[in-house]
């Protein structure tokens, strides 16, 4: 119950009934935050990261759906809990900021209703003191013209200005943790790193932790501490930001970072693509998912799942056989 | 130094000449959208050009311009010298259709549906050819194997294709006509990062073997910068910088570009930490009506009253072939 990290994912896993069976979308995820911080959860679609922080806070409405595992946040099962508990922690304890600011509005009530409608429900406020509280919560969101914004509909504001209201409402409540699901996604660069620069200023004043969910490595550059890399509904690798990318120890994180470019590449110079594509979810092989498309796949890459080994550089974990205790004596052993 | 690339010789003809296009909607009520407002700009032989901007800034109404698929309201564009229709009927699509073609962003609402990858890859050479039904097969076989599909995709729809296959098709597609120049919408920005490496080092392959210049459009400066021989930068329907590709990103000279640059998040922690400028403020409006002054002047930190009262032009700044509309550079 004293547990001092904010959240705490342990084994989640997530099967999706489809016509065609079960979507093993999530398949053993762990990991924990820690209050303050911000963690990103990295990967390219269809790798179960956003899945796994819906499944987690009960927004996948789908007859039949598996979960397993918890889920524990400030101490308590978010798996386990009714939609009544659920409803007291979405929006109140957890803020959530998504993609496409315009679809996440309703379209017929204005910003500041729907802004209000949290404090309302969440905190007990009167209608009017709520109107007031949005248009303060703009404000504190450098959103122009606050007062203009509150009676405004979301079709009115471009989607910058969206999604920093909908950051706003996200922080109504006064949430100790944010979850942000590719949240700059849908923007222009300067637009994003304005976004960017918002939240971490919020995280720095509120001290909130965020959980961010994105495909993009500059992103997490620039915003987490800890970063977690997903592949084919598993996560193969957790680090701190540094070691990640001074040490990324995962074949599919290196794959990816060779394949992002950056300012010192030399004009000419191929990018190093990942040719191939993900596993099958509804048959997952019973190896790592990454080998079939791994330089240095080995026999019991096919057959067994390498568990979470500590990477042998940098102070993460990684899964895979290579960092196995084991591997670099058996490999001095096989060269000799 | 990557720069030998970029420079051409000086007397070479380009092969499009773009020449104070505009392209200006009519949004009612007396108002009119500049989306391209008097954009001169020329690609070489074999070039990469990349553009860049943010979303209302012109770069894909240009793109479309250019091929034909936009009306122009003023100004001219040369393909080799000849010089374009300003309003296309269709006779003007097919006989340009071996000099410039496109690929798209949406790559699946650009293929028909109803149509299989060999069907579509053969449409436009079997519209503009004599080949008979055997050879066509043959040389379209051909072209999706030189994407990276295979003969076994021949007969499937755009449905059963994954993204960067689609992307692909799309290639086969455009190169089937063996253009000049292609022009790239949005290339890879649907697409996940792995993927987007595949077909960026397809696309550049492409040029090199075929020697065809490449538009390209896009707003991931990274991978702009990685592929681009020079590059083009437009804010609210105007070219704001023009260079190539290694001046501009080490020195941009004109503010809008520096922001935009100092914007673009890197995969470095380290760098990232060390990130102190504040972002650039404000919001990018519509580019309605005749431009006052520059465009970006409500934006700009360097702003002045000349800045606010007259349209800056394109002037060349250090070497001849890096052009810069600011009066503050």
């Known amino acids: ?336 | 130094m990557p720069e030998s690339l970029a420079n051409k010789p000086a007397d070479e003809k380009p092969l499009l000449s773009v020449d104070g296009a505009s392209c200006y909607f009519n949004l009612g009520q007396g108002q009119i959208l500049r989306a391209v407002d008097e954009v001169s700009l020329d690609i070489g032989s074999g070039e990469i050009l990349g553009l860049v901007g943010e979303s209302g800034s012109g770069k894909s109404t240009l793109g479309k311009l250019i091929i034909g698929l936009n009306h122009k309201s003023g100004g001219r564009v040369e393909f080799e010298g000849r010089r374009l229709p300003d309003h296309y009927r269709s006779a003007d699509f097919r006989a340009q259709s071996g000099d410039i073609q496109m690929i798209f962003q949406e790559v699946y609402s650009a293929l028909s549906p109803r149509m299989t990858a060999g069907e579509i890859v053969m449409e436009g050479m079997r519209l503009t050819g004599s080949d008979n039904g055997l050879v066509l097969r043959e040389k379209a076989l051909a072209w999706l194997d030189r994407v990276g599909l295979s003969a076994a995709h021949m007969n499937r729809y755009p449905h059963e294709f994954s993204g960067g296959q689609r992307q692909r098709l799309g290639i086969a597609r455009a190169l089937a006509m063996r253009p000049r120049l292609l022009i790239c919408d949005e290339p890879v920005s649907a697409l996940d990062v792995s993927v987007q490496a595949q077909i960026v080092n397809l696309l550049e392959s492409i040029r090199r073997e075929m020697d065809i210049s490449i538009l390209f459009i896009a707003h991931d400066l990274s991978m702009v910068r990685y592929i681009s021989d020079r590059l083009a930068v437009m804010y609210l329907g105007k070219l704001v910088e023009v260079g190539s590709a290694h001046q501009v990103f080490e020195a941009p000279a004109h503010p809008y570009t520096q922001a935009l640059l100092a914007s673009n998040p890197l995969p470095d922690p380290a760098l990232e930490r060390q990130r102190k400028h504040q972002p650039i403020q404000g919001e990018v409006l519509a580019p309605i009506g005749a431009p006052v002054g520059c465009r970006f002047a409500d934006r700009c930190p360097h702003a002045d009253e000349q800045c606010r009262q007259q349209v800056p032009p394109m002037r060349p700044y250090q070497s001849g072939d890096w052009l810069v509309a600011c009066h503050k550079a």
């Not at chain 1, 904010?6 to 989640?12: A, F, P, Q």
């Not at chain 1, 997530?14 to 079960?22: L, M, N, R």
Request: one cysteine or more.
């Open chain 1, 1 to 336: 119950m004293a547990e001092r990290e904010l959240l705490v994912v342990d084994e989640l896993r997530v099967e999706i009934p489809t016509h065609g069976g079960f979507v093993r979308a999530v398949r053993g995820v762990s990991f924990s935050m820690e209050p303050g911080k911000t963690l990103a959860l990295v990967g390219e679609s269809g790798c179960g990261k956003s899945v796994s922080v819906q499944a987690m806070l009960g927004l996948i409405n789908v007859q039949g759906l598996r979960l397993a595992g918890e889920a524990r946040f400030m101490g308590q099962d978010l798996l386990a809990m009714s939609e009544a508990q659920l409803n007291t922690v979405r929006g109140a304890r957890i803020g959530m900021v998504f993609q496409d600011p315009l679809s996440a509005f309703n379209p017929t009530r204005t910003i500041g209703e729907q802004i209000a409608e949290g404090l309302v429900l969440h905190k007990g406020m009167a209608k009017q003191a709520a109107l007031e509280e949005a248009r303060r919560l703009l404000d504190e969101c450098r959103l122009s013209e606050p007062a203009r914004r509150v009676v405004q509909y979301p079709f009115e504001l471009s989607g910058g200005m969206l999604q920093r209201a909908m950051i706003a409402m996200a922080l109504a409540c006064g949430p100790q943790l944010l979850i942000a699901d590719e949240p700059t996604t849908a923007l222009d660069v300067t637009t994003q790193d304005q976004i960017l620069w918002l939240m971490q200023e919020l995280q720095r004043s509120r001290g909130m932790s965020i959980l961010l969910i994105t495909h993009d490595l500059a992103v997490v550059a620039r915003m987490a501490d800890d970063v977690a890399v997903m592949y084919a509904g598993q996560l193969v690798e957790r680090a701190g930001v540094d070691d990640l990318f001074s040490h990324p120890t995962h074949p599919y994180t290196r794959a990816l970072m060779r394949a992002t470019p950056h300012g010192e590449m030399v004009r000419g110079e191929p990018l190093a693509s990942i040719e191939g594509s993900p596993p099958d979810l509804f048959a997952p092989p019973p190896g790592c998912g990454f080998c079939p498309r791994c330089d240095h796949a080995m026999r019991i890459c096919e057959d067994r799942v390498p568990l979470l080994f500590t990477s042998r550089r940098g102070g993460g974990v990684s899964r895979c056989w290579m960092e196995h205790p084991d591997y670099s004596r058996a490999r001095v052993v096989g060269d000799a």
